[in-house]
């Protein structure tokens, strides 16, 4: 009787089939999944720099006087003592908007994937920020 050892290309050749099927279905939603926690990572450090600017307004009586524009988010911890995550340098390309006092703070989606997706706050008042451009900008 033979002995049997190892599997046959066939059976290979059915599992590697298989396999690539639950790959093909689940990837789609990996990626959705991936860019709405992107997406939710931005929203969450713009909402941090509007609550840091109302704190700096109260405490100063007037906003931090920017330049035109500050992209550099170690700047944006410093000057409002904020600890930003590395991945908001890594991933976005954050910056405040001032004429006079600051009106808006942009977080633009850079390096691997980015899709020129940009999240915008307005600092001064309330409201979600809003989105624009790009493949994963919510409907």
């Known amino acids: 009787m033979w002995k049997r050892k190892g599997f046959t290309l066939a059976e290979i050749l059915?599992?590697?089939?298989?396999?690539?099927v639950l790959a093909s279905l689940g990837w789609p939603s990996y990626v959705g999944i991936k860019e709405k926690s992107l997406n939710g990572e931005a929203k969450t450090n713009?909402?941090?720099?509007?609550?840091a600017e109302k704190i700096y307004r109260m405490e100063q009586n007037f906003y931090?006087?920017?330049?035109?524009?500050?992209?550099?988010?170690s700047d944006i911890n410093s000057l409002l003592k904020l600890s930003l995550p590395e991945s908001a340098?890594?991933?976005?390309?954050?910056?405040?908007?001032?004429?006079?006092?600051?009106?808006?703070?942009?977080?633009?989606?850079?390096?691997?994937?980015?899709?020129?997706?940009?999240?915008?706050?307005?600092?001064?008042?309330?409201?979600?920020p809003t989105c624009s451009g790009g493949?994963?900008?919510?409907p």
């Open 89 to 128: 340098t890594r991933l976005w390309s954050i910056s405040l908007n001032a004429a006079g006092a600051p009106e808006s703070a942009d977080a633009t989606r850079i390096n691997a994937g980015a899709d020129g997706r940009k999240w915008t706050i307005n600092l001064s008042g309330e409201g979600d």
């Open 64 to 73: 931090y006087p920017y330049a035109s524009t500050t992209d550099v988010a």
């Open 46 to 51: 713009l909402a941090l720099i509007r609550a």
């Open 135 to 138: 493949t994963y900008c919510p």
């Open 14 to 20: 059915v599992v590697l089939v298989i396999i690539g």
